[in-house]
Structures are given as structure tokens and as C-alpha cells.
């Protein structure tokens, strides 16, 4: 079965970096969208970014771009998103997901999700 699983949350202060990765298997990973959302207890899921299948096409959201940078490395079955000048309220459990349409964006749509990563931006 297809499983994504994220790593490399954690607590940072504000402005510090942090790289999530998503490790994927069960699918052919080239053959497929990546994209990164987040979502907080209680609130709708939010998109961050996505990259096509060949990492040629990037996508953010308005609120993410120029800190946040998405890519991947088909070779290694491996999405990740740099996250850059942290603020708090970057605060929130980051998924990662799966579209096989090339659409991309918050849209996708997006057949696969991970399990989520936790992100917490405090001082």
C-alpha cells in the first residue's frame, strides 16, 4: 500500500529554519504531484505548496512564498519543504500528499496523505 510518512518537524524560535521531508513508497513516485499542507486542530487544511512530477512546476501559497521552498528527489522517493524565517503562526501539524493529476496546487486533487509532522514556532 502507498504510505507517506513525514519527519524533521520540531520546536524552533522565530526566524530559524527547519526542512521537512516526506518519504514515499508503495507508488511510483515520479509518476505523481507532490504537496505539502497544513492544518491545525479545529481549523481547514491549508495549502503550502506543491512540485510536479518532474520538480519543473512549484507552487505556493500567498502566505508562504519566499520563505517556504518545496522539492524533490525522485531518486530517493523523497519530497521535502524548506521552511525559512519562521513565525509563529507557521505553527501547525504539516502534512505531505500525493496527486497522480498534474494540476498541482490546493486543489490536486490528492489521492495519498501522510500522517503529519508538527511544527512549532515559539520563543
Known amino acids: 500500500q502507498v504510505q507517506l510518512v513525514e519527519s524533521g518537524g520540531g520546536l524552533v524560535q522565530p526566524g530559524g529554519s527547519l526542512r521537512l521531508s516526506c518519504a514515499a513508497s508503495g507508488l511510483t513516485f515520479g509518476a505523481y504531484t507532490m504537496g505539502w499542507f497544513r492544518q491545525a486542530p479545529g481549523k481547514e487544511r491549508e495549502f503550502v505548496a506543491s512540485?510536479?512530477?518532474?520538480?519543473?512546476?512549484?507552487k505556493y501559497a500567498d502566505s508562504v512564498k519566499g520563505r517556504f521552498t518545496i522539492s524533490r528527489a525522485n531518486d530517493k522517493n523523497v519530497v521535502y519543504l524548506q521552511i525559512n524565517s519562521l513565525k509563529p503562526e507557521d505553527t501547525t501539524v504539516y502534512y505531505c500528499?500525493?496527486?497522480?493529476?498534474?494540476?498541482?496546487?490546493?486543489?490536486?486533487?490528492?489521492?495519498?496523505w501522510g500522517q503529519g509532522t508538527q511544527v512549532t514556532v515559539s520563543s
Open positions: 512540485i510536479s512530477r518532474g520538480g519543473a512546476s512549484l
Open positions: 500528499a500525493a496527486a497522480l493529476s498534474t494540476s498541482g496546487g490546493a486543489a490536486g486533487p490528492y489521492e495519498y
